[in-house]
């Protein structure tokens, strides 16, 4: 007669360790859910469409061109003179506290040709190197 061996089964059933698995991975999505949730809050502010212009002008009437004239051709109204910012290759240029079309600045003292870059919210809309005759 053969005798029958009854297999003892200590381990968990398999709907029990697929309910855990689940529960495992829910989990795990919900950390990750939280973890990059916080990277999504920041908002990133456009810079407006703007238009500037860089020309040489002569300001002193002798018929040489002695200064740069940059102007605000095309944007928004009041536009805030602190998110735009004017450098030359000779140095930074001082801005007014609002810009609005039409408006401009003149910088002086400048010789030889200069690089002007205009930049409204560190996006650079104007990017030009002037001919300077004086």
């Known amino acids: 007669m053969k005798k029958l061996q009854r297999m003892k089964d200590n381990a968990v059933s398999p709907v029990i360790g697929t309910i855990m698995m689940v529960a495992v991975t829910v989990v795990l999505g919900i950390a990750v859910?939280?973890?990059?949730?916080?990277?999504?809050?920041?908002?990133?502010e456009e810079a407006p469409s703007?238009?500037?212009?860089?020309?040489?002008?002569?300001?002193?009437?002798?018929?040489?061109?002695?200064?740069?004239?940059?102007?605000?051709?095309?944007?928004?109204?009041?536009?805030?003179g602190a998110d735009?910012?004017?450098?030359?290759?000779?140095?930074?240029?001082?801005?007014?506290?609002?810009?609005?079309?039409?408006?401009?600045?003149?910088?002086?003292?400048?010789?030889?040709?200069?690089?002007?870059?205009?930049a409204v919210l560190d996006v650079t809309v104007l990017d030009r190197t002037v001919a300077i005759d004086a």
């Open 50 to 80: 703007t238009g500037f212009r860089a020309s040489a002008v002569d300001t002193d009437g002798d018929g040489k061109t002695d200064a740069i004239r940059v102007t605000y051709i095309t944007g928004p109204a009041n536009l805030d």
């Open 84 to 118: 735009v910012s004017i450098t030359t290759s000779e140095g930074t240029a001082p801005t007014p506290a609002t810009w609005s079309p039409g408006d401009f600045i003149l910088i002086d003292g400048v010789t030889g040709p200069v690089t002007v870059t205009v």
């Open 33 to 44: 859910f939280a973890a990059m949730a916080g990277y999504g809050d920041e908002s990133v």
